[in-house]
């Protein structure tokens, strides 16, 4: 058993408040784990379910949950849900069954996943909800701020219009975070009263489909200046749809995926900022808090993890 913690590399040149404090927690836990390590007859096992693994996003977040947990000696049992709350449910309770000690629940419907959550805790299960918050006794909520990245966005879109003109919303699967960042979106524009919001439709969050929506939202506001995607998969689409349409309409969105880190530093790209999240912090957050409870520390209930603005003049060279 290894007694230090993993290194949370960080995203930026400073630390923000809350990985300091998952790297406490974390190497906290490791300590308590290493004390009790003579105690435990086997390796903790950690579940882990995914909304999706479909999407690079959760794909980071899987691998550095893999990597932290192993230097713990923990193993990882990990599920795609594929958007499907029975699916989930059921697979968490296959989880149980196989013994977890931990699990982390990415939830594809907060509200669906809670009689999952009530059994994990029935099995004296730790519970820490990742990325998107779950009804029911969970332990602690790590996400990002994820209302300040759709005011951090459209305030960066209203701007880069020039503060005036109209724009839409590329919407996607009503969850918490998706709906903060529209609700926060909505809150800048509101500040920028040259601004008109004309429609807002669901890309589903997919590459095609948000083409498509987005090429309809063209075709209905033939003045339109700008579009916020909540996310950079459906940017991805709605991009090609503005390049297609050979007209000056710029575009924001959320989540600082390779992707769209690469198209917004292309010459004259439409694509001109996402508001990046951290899924490997997240995850490592994640899974620092989880170890502490389980070796019996007090958690905090949430913990916000920041987002960052990303544009052509800081894009090069960031990653998740």
């Known amino acids: 058993m290894k007694s230090s913690a993993v290194p949370l590399s960080p995203s930026s040149s ?37 909304q999706e693994l479909n999407n690079p996003y959760f794909v980071t977040m899987q691998k550095a949950l893999n990597d932290a947990a192993a230097s713990t000696g923990a193993t990882v049992v990990v599920t795609d849900a594929h958007h499907d709350v029975s699916k989930q449910v059921s697979d968490v ?24 959550v009530m059994s994990a ?46 724009v839409a919303i590329l919407d996607g699967i009503p969850v918490v975070p998706i709906l903060e960042r529209v609700r926060g979106c909505k809150a800048a524009l509101a500040k920028a009263p040259g601004v008109k919001l004309v ?14 929506v987005t090429e309809n939202m063209i075709q209905a506001h033939p003045n339109l200046k700008g579009v916020f995607s909540v996310n950079d998969g459906g940017s991805m689409g709605a991009l090609s749809a503005i390049e ?45 808090i989880a170890l502490a409870k389980k070796w019996g520390a007090n958690v905090p209930k949430a913990i916000p993890v920041d987002v960052k603005m990303i544009d052509k003049s800081n894009a090069k060279g960031f990653s998740w």
């Open 14 to 50: 400073s630390l923000s408040f809350t990985r300091r404090v998952a790297a406490l927690a974390f190497g906290l836990s490791l300590v308590a784990m290493s004390a009790a390590h003579s105690a435990q007859a086997a390796p903790l096992k950690i579940g882990m379910t995914f």
């Open 93 to 116: 309770e296959d989880m149980l069954q196989k013994k977890i000690d931990i699990l982390l629940v990415n939830p594809t419907d907060s509200t669906g996943i809670q009689s999952a």
């Open 121 to 166: 805790k029935k099995a004296g299960v730790v519970v820490v909800a990742v990325d998107a918050n779950a009804n029911g006794p969970v332990d602690s909520f790590v996400g990002s701020k994820n209302y300040d990245a759709g005011v951090m966005a459209c305030d960066y879109l209203a701007k880069s219009i020039g503060g005036s003109g109209e």
């Open 199 to 212: 429609d807002t439709q669901n890309g589903k969050q997919e590459r095609a489909t948000a083409l498509s």
């Open 244 to 288: 297609s349409s050979g007209k000056d309409i710029k575009l924001t969105s959320v989540d600082g995926a390779p992707e769209a880190i690469a198209a917004i530093q292309k010459p004259n790209s439409k694509f001109v900022e996402t508001s990046a999240q951290f899924p490997a912090d997240q995850v490592r957050i994640a899974l620092g």
